[in-house]
């Protein structure tokens, strides 16, 4: 059987993210910092459209002013003169046990205040130092002191610091003090976060009442959604361009291929041009060969594996209490004893129908009242689109979906695995697991970097240093010393080890 292995390599113009579009967003961003007083502002969209390539790029001084978008340029000119952007990925914070929070708040304020320095102080070595394990109550002292020192830092310097804080999520789940603090810090700062749900859901109903919660520093959110059509087409367009440079030559029909296959969705129409982009080298080569390429199940077959961990994100997150309107802390219950939401059977249904689904099609147990409002929150969050009758976004995404069917086993493994592990090892986050499940799998073996980040994230690899953050928590809880590992060794420059004793 001719077996055709799409590698992603190192030569192939869409392995790796780059940022494009989001004019309408930045302008909205700048809007809010170069007000008279800066204004913090979220910015709220689905995992997976773009949120932390949107902040990197905001926060990168030297990228800032790649925008072919002459009012826009100009606001981005001022931002780079005014502030100075820091960064931070506050995912897994809030993923830790209840016994654990302390530790993650005072992780949490080491990392933000190491990001800090790094950006404002360059080489000097910072006067922390990174915090030890050591006793509960000391943990908070820990970030207590933390705080105090970082808010020294910050508004002692001649110019404004906006936090970027991405994936806002882990920092509301921490204890309610390290909010309460960063509102406190808004004196000398400002904020621009980015998080799945309205910043207030993230909270307990019992901090709504709170005279100054965190959240009500935020004006009206930012939404952000799939890009316009416009710059998709201006994103194929230059795709198009790149893969003829590199000797793959795309027809008319693989570009209306790639737009069935992806839809809007930035992370999936890069991952369609990759693949499209190596099959087609490959026809050219084997061609010249005169030899054929065979069945384009190939092509199907790539797309669909490389989505489906962004696809399962969408997916899993349509069973949020969030996207119900329920805080996460709240104690209600799910809704019915149905192995899916409301949110993932409507969407089934529409998946079904391959020429669309009219409404009356769509789950006839529910009022009409209850599915137009779950319609209006797909459609919101940009997983459905309405043309004469209701579409999944992409067919990547419809495909993905119609896997997903009660029967399956797919749902029954996942929980089982993660149970498993539960009982195996509490102590890790989820992001923690599944880069340790990695590593238990290579038992012995050294683990490039590159090679975890795509394996645990695929396309929204994080930085080598928020890998090694990730290690060393892995640490805390495996090794009998942390600072003296046995286990889990590092490989200077290359990757990690999981010792086999």
Request: proline share 5%.
């Amino acid at each position: 059987m001719n077996v055709l292995q799409f590698s992603l390599h190192s030569h192939n113009p869409f392995s790796e993210t780059e940022f494009w579009g989001r004019q309408k967003e930045l302008t909205a961003i700048s809007r809010y910092l170069l007000s008279e007083v800066p204004r913090c502002c979220a910015i709220i969209g689905e995992d997976t459209f773009g949120k932390t390539t949107l902040l990197q790029h905001l926060s990168n001084a030297q990228e800032m002013l790649a925008v072919d978008h002459p009012e826009l340029n100009s606001a981005l000119m001022q931002l780079k003169k005014k502030f100075v952007f820091v960064y931070l990925n506050c995912a897994g914070y809030g993923d830790e046990v209840a016994d654990m929070k302390n530790l993650a708040s005072a992780r949490f304020w080491w990392d933000l205040y190491d990001a800090a320095w790094e950006k404002l102080q360059g080489d000097i070595a910072p006067r922390l130092t990174k915090p030890k394990a050591h006793a509960d109550q000391e943990y908070i002292d820990t970030a207590l002191g933390i705080r105090w020192e970082l808010e020294d830092l910050v508004q002692n310097q001649s110019y404004n610091v906006a936090f970027v804080l991405d994936n806002f999520e882990g920092v509301a789940h921490l204890p309610l003090r390290d909010s309460e603090w960063l509102r406190s810090m808004a004196k000398v700062c400002t904020y621009v976060v980015a998080s799945r749900d309205l910043l207030y859901l993230l909270y307990h109903p019992s901090n709504w009442s709170t005279p100054s919660p965190l959240w009500n520093l935020f004006g009206d959110p930012i939404y952000l959604k799939l890009p316009p059509i416009e710059d998709v087409d201006r994103f194929l367009s230059k795709a198009c361009d790149k893969a003829r440079a590199e000797d793959s030559a795309w027809k008319q029909s693989d570009i209306e291929y790639i737009r069935k296959m992806a839809g809007r969705h930035p992370a999936l129409l890069r991952i369609a041009c990759a693949s499209m982009f190596e099959y087609r080298l490959q026809e050219s080569r084997m061609l010249a060969g005169k030899q054929s390429l065979g069945d384009e199940s190939y092509l199907d077959y790539s797309i669909d594996t490389s989505a489906g961990p962004i696809c399962m994100q969408l997916w899993q997150g349509l069973a949020r209490p969030e996207l119900r309107g329920e805080p996460r802390g709240s104690d209600k219950q799910q809704e019915a004893a149905s192995p899916l939401s409301h949110h993932q059977r409507v969407l089934l249904d529409i998946a079904k129908g391959p020429a669309g689904t009219i409404d009356t099609l769509i789950l006839p147990e529910l009022d009409a009242y209850e599915k137009q409002r779950i319609l209006f929150d797909l459609e919101r969050y940009d997983l459905i689109e309405y043309q004469e009758d209701w579409h999944v976004f992409s067919e990547a995404m419809r495909r993905f979906v119609l896997k997903q069917e009660p029967a399956s086993s797919s749902t029954t493994i996942l929980s089982q695995d993660l149970s498993g592990w539960q009982r195996e090892m509490p102590g890790l986050t989820h992001q923690e697991k599944r880069v340790y499940d990695f590593l238990k799998t290579h038992k012995g073996e050294l683990c490039l970097r590159e090679d975890i980040k795509w394996a645990v994230w695929q396309s929204n690899e994080p930085t080598n240093s928020a890998l090694q953050k990730i290690i060393e928590r892995i640490r805390e809880k495996i090794e009998p010393d942390p600072d003296n590992p046995r286990y889990l060794i590092a490989v200077r420059g290359k990757g990690y080890i999981l010792r086999e004793d």
